[in-house]
C-alpha cells in the first residue's frame, strides 16, 4: 500500500522557518516526481513546488521562490521542503504527492496517493 505523509508543520511567526518531510511508503520513490501543494481556507489547492525523480529539476510558485527549497534523500524515502522567511499568506494545509504521468509541473491530475497534510500557520 503507498503512503504519503507529510508532517513537520506548526504555527510560526512571520519571518520564521519550518521543514516539511514527505515520508513514503509503498513505491520506489526514485521513480516518481514528487511535488508540495498547499491550500488555504477558501481556496483552491496550489502547486507549491516540485522535484525530479532523481532530484536535478526543481520548481517553484512565483510567490515562494527564494523563501522554499525542495529536497529528497531517496535512501531515506523522504522529500523535504524548506521555508524560510514566511508569511501570513503561507497559512495552509501542506500536501505532498507522487507524480504518475507526464504533464505541467502544477497540475494536481497528474498525481496520486495525495498524504494526509500537515498544517503550517504563520502568525504572531
Known amino acids: 500500500q503507498v503512503q504519503l505523509v507529510a508532517s513537520g508543520g506548526g504555527l510560526v511567526q512571520p519571518g520564521g522557518s519550518l521543514r516539511l518531510s514527505c515520508s513514503t511508503s509503498?513505491?520506489?520513490?526514485?521513480?516518481?516526481?514528487i511535488a508540495w501543494f498547499r491550500q488555504a481556507p477558501g481556496k483552491e489547492r496550489e502547486g507549491v513546488s516540485y522535484i525530479s525523480s532523481l532530484g536535478p529539476i526543481t520548481n517553484y510558485a512565483d510567490s515562494v521562490k527564494g523563501r522554499f527549497t525542495i529536497s529528497r534523500d531517496n535512501a531515506k524515502n523522504t522529500v523535504y521542503l524548506e521555508m524560510s522567511s514566511l508569511k501570513s499568506e503561507d497559512t495552509a494545509v501542506y500536501s505532498c504527492?507522487?507524480?504518475?504521468?507526464?504533464?505541467?509541473?502544477?497540475?494536481?491530475?497528474?498525481?496520486?496517493?495525495w498524504g494526509q497534510g500537515t498544517q503550517v500557520t504563520v502568525s504572531l
Open positions: 509503498g513505491l520506489r520513490l526514485d521513480n516518481y516526481a
Open positions: 504527492a507522487a507524480q504518475i504521468r507526464s504533464a505541467l509541473w502544477w497540475q494536481r491530475n497528474s498525481y496520486a496517493y
